[in-house]
Nanobody, 125 residues
């Protein structure tokens, strides 16, 4: 059974940092590309970043480029999202999800299949 479990969310002040983790089970990271998405209350789900299974190429959406960094650790079956210089508009529930292709895009959430339950990130003074 494929599972993804996010953790690492919390309350942080503007300008602060958090590192989210997505621990996967039932598969290995060379089988799926992994994406990070977020959804704020009353807003549509938004892509954040993804890392490709083929060669670990990384992709970022414009709203977080230069502030967030995605990485993976195959030995731990974990994908990370390091979030720096956080802003109040980054407040959302963050999800990780699987994509079956070699190369991913964070702009097409409907192409992702298995999803975790999410972890809440709140950026507030």
């Amino acid at each position: 059974q494929l599972q993804l479990v996010e953790s690492g969310g919390g309350l942080v002040q503007p300008g602060g940092s958090l590192r989210l983790s997505c621990v996967v089970s039932g598969f290995t990271l060379d089988m799926y590309s992994i994406g990070w998405f977020r959804q704020a209350p009353g807003k549509e789900r938004e892509g954040v970043s993804c890392i490709s299974r083929r060669d670990a190429s990384t992709y970022y959406t414009d709203s977080i480029k230069g502030r967030f960094l995605i990485s993976s650790d195959g030995a731990k079956n974990t994908v990370y999202l390091q979030m720096n210089s956080l802003k109040p508009e980054d407040t959302a529930t963050y999800y990780c999800a699987t994509f079956g292709g070699d190369y991913c895009s964070p702009y097409r959430p409907n192409e992702y299949h298995y999803w975790g339950r999410g972890t809440q990130v709140t950026v507030s003074a």
